[in-house]
């Protein structure tokens, strides 16, 4: 019976019962010592299609997480691994792109926004709502006062000089509509993202 | 890249110069092993160290860095000398036959219409010779001096092999046996590809190098082929999507421009976008600029933009600057010329050069605002670490808020890779503790913006108002909703006029060729109309299914443009429409109309015989050997040295430089001399890290713990230094104290008669994350950039070092 890699998991994932051993041809003895096997940790998890967070080559992962994705439960991470359909890369993954578990749960990953005082030495917690009324604050603040609306010789202008914006290259491309969006509806030009490095 | 990743296994000959794709793209570059095992293909590698592609390739060459123009520049006069070209390619797919004004030259190391004043050209002259109906002329013959193929002849003709072995240090034998490879491409059968990455663009005259290889593509007939082209392998994983949709100074959604204060209408504005076909009957796709641009404006402003106010013009800001590019804009930091900043996802203290310089312009900021899943040097400039980042808090009077945000594996949407395709990923999981997305951030600053316009009034409202923002959930925009947008809907019902089928009011559109100048259709990004259509999220296709095993997988994810999986495609197959090369056909006419494996990048019932050229988004339907005005330095690349260079212009002693690079005066009082700084650096990545992110990832940390520079053999041993002792490399801007590791995979260069040693500088230390604290190589780097673009000049500088005592811990 032939099997895909896909199929052949979970056939196996199930906790090798002996009707699935039975499926791929061992025998009594060989589900006596399955039996005794640990579950293969993945069979319980939810797969999810992703691409790496790299390079460009774009490599298709499989990230598998604990939990159904029911309303009352909470994902978690647990592995990640090359996608051995993708036409790509198919199934491999490199040195960066094989330690992608690290960075999702790396210990440096920020948890809540943080606010540094003018002349502060350290930076402490604050809520969304402080964070962002307050930057919404200063960049009103400083539009109203710097906007150009006409140059010297009359022309109408329209733009933004005084505050400025990085956007991220590893960012969706859906994300990077709205913000050229909201960047570009204040008027803002000095504007750009990696690809000017 | 014109092609895709696995289209690299067709290729005959594989160019790694400008990259190091083994270590930089590991599971790209398992197709140029494929080539080799498959295909019988050649790997040729060009690099100043003998990287990992380098020990892989069946030939490698060292060169000096910065010095790829004149190398590549001896290729074109190698081909041309040995008439090694694709002659029926070059003569009908390229612009080699048109004829060039009378006014154009170079002389000394400039081109014609250069202002010693204000260093810039007036190109008017960069233009072709033109008949009274406005079409160029041409000379099929080529027996007119003014024939592009014999100005390039004439231009090209000082990089003999003995100059160029002269300018970068490539030995002459090493030097002619790459050439001999190259123009084994050259056959009608045969195609090489050229894979580059930062190695060329990182230079002040980064755009010039890629060009320079793209005109020997064209030479050599390897545009538009299968195995071919010209591949920038893209450092990020949506580096491309992100300049698709132009989140750059000067660009708008689908390479559409910016507004400048000299276009004061929107007449004036188009005034400059019509492309008229400058030979006779060509496509010259671009005259549907209006199109695209209408239909931004209807995507952008909705209801608001109307014919009556000019499609809300007014309402983009106009550049009075070539660009607000970032070195420019650290300029103006430092100036007082800045109050806020934000950094998303980018992590400028790291990533730019002359870091002193990025961190006092930091400072004199109002406010900083970064967004970022992770803990960022930029985000912690105003924190003492010792003399990694030396900081007074207390004198820093900046407003830093560090915003937590989710990533990749905890969002869904698209990302364009290197290939154009636009892949959709889905959420796994929610993000960290109170970890919010991008697009919630954003929504909430322009909804609280908004707001306070709406009660306030304040500087000019109007674009910010009149935003569209009809959003299920206008505080979090699905992905989805925005990925439709771009697409683009009907605002009309439309009738198509040669099939009469009607696209209703309101439907999502199959491709940019139903974009209306009229206002009636939207699109935020017209490049990427098709891949949300009434049938589904086409970025979500998962068949690898490939016909003929020829990497093109036309059903896993979509392509832009039009799922278009090589570009230029037309010109894979000859003047009568067989391909060159027939046993990897792409597109073939097949008497009625072209087919094949690909979407044909034509029109695709346009007869061969119809002399359509293959280069159907210029206005002469050709490929170009000669630039016309596009390029700031001139029409064909030149050699001129970097700023920072062991060895004067041996070409034009007296023009060394890029003529028309902008560099700010503190910038220029910062370059070091040879004599102080006799070494050449350049910076690269690790294959164990990825810039500044990985070093917060404990495998990679400890894969890679701390900062080190590499130094040759012979160098270490004239400097006393010894494997894994500690040195100190400084440059005129900084200097970093870490270990050296001796290698055998850089060794001294013959240049102008004079040994040359370069020094290798990886690049991705700093103070937060896991790894060991570092400088950073921007520590050391100059700030000048690529006169087209800006990228800076990370890939040739001058350091000097010195072995120091470990230091105090």
């Avoid at chain 2, 233009?127 to 231009?155: M, S």
């Avoid at chain 2, 209801?303 to 970032?326: C, R």
């Avoid at chain 2, 400084?730 to 240049?751: D, F, H, L, Q, W």
């Amino acid at each position: 019976m032939p099997l895909t890699r896909r199929e052949f998991l979970k056939v196996t994932g199930v906790g090798l019962a002996a009707g699935s051993l039975g499926m791929l041809g061992f025998g009594a003895s060989g589900v006596a010592q399955a039996a005794a096997v640990r579950p293969f940790k993945l069979a319980h998890t939810t797969e999810t299609r992703n691409t790496c967070t790299y390079c460009s080559v774009a490599c298709g992962i499989l990230i598998y997480s604990m939990g159904d994705r029911a309303k009352n439960a909470l994902s978690n991470i647990i592995h990640i691994e090359g996608d051995p359909d993708h036409p790509v890369n198919r199934g491999t993954l490199c040195p960066k792109g094989s330690a992608l578990l690290d960075i999702v749960h790396a210990p440096t990953r920020l948890k809540a926004p943080r606010y540094r005082k003018p002349g502060g030495t350290e930076f402490e917690e604050v809520s969304w709502d402080f964070a962002l009324d307050r930057i919404a604050r200063l960049m009103k603040e400083d539009r109203d006062k710097h906007f150009i609306t006409q140059n010297a010789a009359g022309t109408t202008v329209n733009r933004w000089t005084s505050t400025g914006m990085l956007a991220a290259s590893a960012s969706s491309n859906e994300t990077a509509y709205l913000t050229w969006k909201v960047a570009r509806s204040l008027g803002m030009v000095v504007f750009d993202n990696q690809a000017r490095v | 890249m014109t092609n895709t990743w696995q289209d690299i296994r067709n290729a005959n000959v594989v160019i790694v110069m400008g990259g190091n794709a083994a270590e930089a793209h590991p599971c790209g570059f398992k197709w140029v092993i494929e080539a080799k095992i498959e295909n019988g293909a050649k790997l040729v590698v060009v690099d100043p160290r003998f990287t990992r592609t380098a020990s892989v390739a069946d030939y490698y060459a060292p060169i000096r860095p910065g010095t790829d123009i004149a190398f590549l520049s001896g290729v074109m006069r190698y081909l041309l000398e040995k008439d090694a070209i694709q002659h029926a390619y070059v003569r009908a797919y390229t612009n080699a036959s048109l004829l060039v004004a009378d006014g154009f030259a170079f002389e000394d190391g400039h081109f014609s219409g250069f202002n010693g004043e204000t260093n810039t050209y007036d190109k008017a002259s960069w233009n072709y010779e033109f008949d009274d109906q406005g079409f160029a002329k041409a000379d099929d013959t080529w027996q007119n001096p003014r024939c592009v193929i014999n100005l390039l002849k004439q231009h090209v003709s000082r990089y003999t092999p003995e100059m160029v072995s002269r300018i970068t240090g490539t030995p002459q034998d090493k030097f002619l046996h790459v050439c001999e490879l190259i123009a084994s491409t050259a056959a009608p059968d045969k195609a090489m590809t050229s894979l580059f990455a930062l190695g060329w663009t990182q230079h002040s005259v980064g755009a010039q190098n890629i060009r320079a290889m793209a005109m020997v593509q064209l030479l050599l007939g390897n545009i538009g082929v299968a195995g071919g082209g010209m591949n920038a392998l893209r450092g990020h994983s949506n580096i491309q999507g992100l300049t698709d949709i132009g989140l750059l100074s000067n660009q708008m959604p689908g390479y559409l421009s910016l507004p400048t204060d000299k276009e004061t209408s929107f007449d004036d504005y188009m005034k400059t976008k019509l492309f008229k076909p400058l030979r006779p009957g060509q496509t010259s796709y671009y005259q549907n600029y209006g199109k695209f641009v209408v239909s931004l404006q209807k995507a952008l402003w909705g209801d608001a933009a109307t014919k009556e106010n000019n499609w809300g013009y007014d309402w983009l800001p106009k550049l009075d600057v070539p660009l607000y590019d970032i070195i420019r804009a650290f300029e103006m930091m430092n100036n007082g010329e800045m109050t806020g900043y934000i950094c998303q996802g980018f992590n400028p203290l790291q990533a730019f050069p002359d870091r002193g310089k990025i961190r006092r312009g930091l400072s004199k900021l109002k406010f900083l605002v970064t967004m970022d899943p992770l803990d960022t040097e930029t985000s912690r400039f105003w924190q003492d670490f010792g003399p990694q980042n030396p900081a007074k808090s207390t004198e820093i009077q900046t407003e830093v808020f560090q915003l937590p945000v989710t990533c990749f594996a905890e969002e869904s949407g698209s990302l364009v890779n290197s290939a154009r395709w636009l892949q959709w990923h889905w959420k796994a999981a929610e993000g960290p503790g109170k970890a919010m997305a991008d697009i919630w951030i954003m929504s909430g600053i322009f909804h609280r913006l908004r707001d306070m316009y709406r009660k306030e009034g304040g500087a000019f409202p109007d674009p910010i108002l009149n935003m569209t923002w009809k959003y299920t959930n206008p505080t979090a925009p699905d992905p989805e909703e925005l990925a439709k947008e771009m697409n683009g809907r009907a605002l009309a019902d439309l009738t198509d006029p040669v099939t009469n089928v009607v696209t209703k009011t309101g439907t999502l559109l199959d491709g940019f060729g139903q974009l209306k100048d009229d206002g009636t259709t939207a699109s935020g990004c017209w490049i990427f109309a098709g891949s949300f259509t009434e049938k589904g999220n086409q970025m979500a296709r998962r068949d690898a299914t490939d016909p003929r095993e020829q990497g093109i997988a036309p059903n896993w994810a979509w392509a832009w443009p039009a799922n278009r999986r090589i570009l230029y495609n037309r010109a894979s197959a000859d003047l009568d429409g067989k391909a060159w090369n027939p046993k990897k056909p792409v597109i073939e006419w097949n008497g009625t109309r072209w087919t094949g494996i690909d979407v044909p990048d034509y029109i695709p019932t346009t007869k061969p015989s119809d002399n359509v050229g293959p280069f159907i988004m210029n206005a002469e339907g050709l490929g170009r050997l000669f630039a016309l005005n596009l390029m700031a330095e001139g029409p064909f690349p030149e050699h001129y040295e970097p700023f920072e260079s062991p060895s004067e212009n041996v070409l034009h002693p007296k023009v060394p430089n890029n003529p028309v690079a902008r560099v700010f005066a503190d910038d220029r009082a910062s370059f070091g001399h040879r004599r102080d700084f006799p070494y050449v650096a350049t910076t690269y990545r690790l294959t164990e890290h990825f810039h500044f992110w990985t070093k917060h990832a404990l495998i990679n940390a400890i894969l890679q713990p701390e900062e080190f520079i590499e130094i040759g053999e012979v160098l270490a041993k004239e400097k006393g230094i010894a494997q894994g002792g500690w040195v100190k490399v400084s440059s005129k801007r900084g200097e970093v104290i870490c270990k050296a590791y001796v290698t055998k995979r850089i060794k001294p260069m013959t240049v102008d008669g004079k040994a040359t040693h370069v020094i290798g500088v990886p690049l991705h230390w700093g103070f937060t994350g896991q790894a060991r604290k570092g400088y950073g190589a921007n520590t050391l780097t100059p700030s000048v950039g690529d006169a087209n673009t800006q990228t800076p000049e990370f890939k040739a500088f001058l350091v000097n070092i010195e072995r120091t005592a470990a230091p105090a811990t």
